[in-house]
């Protein structure tokens, strides 16, 4: 059964929009970040490490967002022509910003943690006019990602952004990356990430993310059918609530609840995992898959990138996925 409908006569499969920030993750493991030395440096930020696994997997991307006026932003430029991603919609700041920071610290497999330095970050400068109509008009998919809102002038950029891919029909994806300290208040967040999802196809978040949507709402039992069933009276038509370890849960617009089973994995870090599900579940669906093999499918590259130090630079291939999944099946890997 087909759940959404991707329109076929568009140049660029996928354009995605919002944070475009640097990735330090530090190379000795197992201690906590105050006895870390040396880190590794990657791009980073949610929607461009979507956008990264998107092109790995052969799709013909382009992104939509601002970089600081100094080495840092040109290394993110680059890095994303150098993996086949448009970068026409990649404007350069003039107001002196700077690129965001994420220093992650790898305590265990399980014990990650991340510092932010977002101050007059660079990727929340984005204004409406910098957004390219003809840059969505050509795309089938529009992905957004909530830590875009937190700010003006990136906050009406996105709604703009929004605005073109409705006129011109793209499906309209958010991914719901709520990052707290980028926001004034749980409220502000709410409201902002509620009146983005009214306008969206596909929404992907934690079971925590829809809570903090909730906060004016009465859902005390955090009920995902109550979640899902509010975006099916709006323009969803998949709602994706992640519940950790649990697995994710697809409902659609026949209240139907979609699992998957999961896969065992050597874990390094827990970073990247939302992500790199994203881009496999997206391909997937795109592909004219049923939701569980595309589910599935997001899930191995979940636990490809997990297994592996950095976020962008291991995103995986279609064939990376594909042996990862037989792999498993064959019982080769084992939960670390």
């Known amino acids: 059964m087909t759940y959404v409908s991707f329109p076929t006569n568009k140049p660029l499969d996928f354009v995605a929009i919002g944070r475009l920030c640097i990735d330090l993750n530090a190379n000795e493991i197992h201690r906590p970040m105050e006895e870390t030395m040396t880190f590794t440096k990657y791009v980073g930020g949610s929607p461009a490490n979507i956008t990264i696994g998107m092109s790995r997997l052969g799709l013909n991307t382009a992104f939509i967002g601002k970089v600081a006026n100094d080495q840092m932003g040109r290394f993110i430029t680059d890095y994303l022509q150098r993996n086949k991603i448009d970068t026409a919609g990649v404007v350069t700041d003039t107001t002196g910003a700077v690129t965001g920071l994420a220093f992650t610290e790898i305590k265990s497999p399980t014990d990650c943690s991340i510092l932010m330095y977002r101050d007059n970050a660079a990727d929340l400068k984005l204004t ?3 957004v390219q109509e003809e840059l969505i008009a050509q795309a089938k998919v529009l992905l957004i990602s909530g830590t875009a809102l937190a700010k003006s002038p990136s906050r009406e950029a996105v709604v703009q952004a929004l605005n073109y891919a409705k006129k011109h029909g793209a499906v309209i994806v958010f991914d719901l990356d709520y990052r707290p300290y980028t926001w004034t208040s749980p409220e502000e967040t709410a409201v902002y990430y509620n009146l983005a999802a009214e306008k969206c196809d596909i929404i992907l978040g934690t ?7 909730e906060c004016f709402e009465s859902n005390e039992s955090s009920d995902d059918k109550v979640t899902a069933s509010k975006w099916f009276n709006h323009s969803a038509k998949i709602v994706i609530i992640k ?3 649990e697995g994710s849960i697809a409902y659609t617009q026949d209240d139907e609840g979609h699992r998957a089973k999961s896969f065992p994995a050597k874990v390094v870090k827990t970073f ?3 992500d790199s599900y994203a881009a496999g579940f997206l391909y997937g669906v795109m592909q004219g898959w049923t939701l569980e093999k595309s589910m599935e ?4 590259a979940a636990c490809i990138v997990i297994s592996s ?8 291939t279609v064939n990376q996925v594909e042996d990862y999944i037989e792999r498993c099946n064959r019982n080769e890997i084992t939960a670390s």
């Open 297 to 300: 499918f997001g899930s191995a």
């Open 128 to 130: 409406p006019n910098e």
């Open 272 to 274: 990247g995992a939302g």
């Open 207 to 213: 079971r925590e993310e829809f809570d903090m949507m």
């Open 243 to 245: 519940h950790g370890k």
């Open 309 to 316: 130090h950095s976020c962008s630079d291991a995103m995986p």
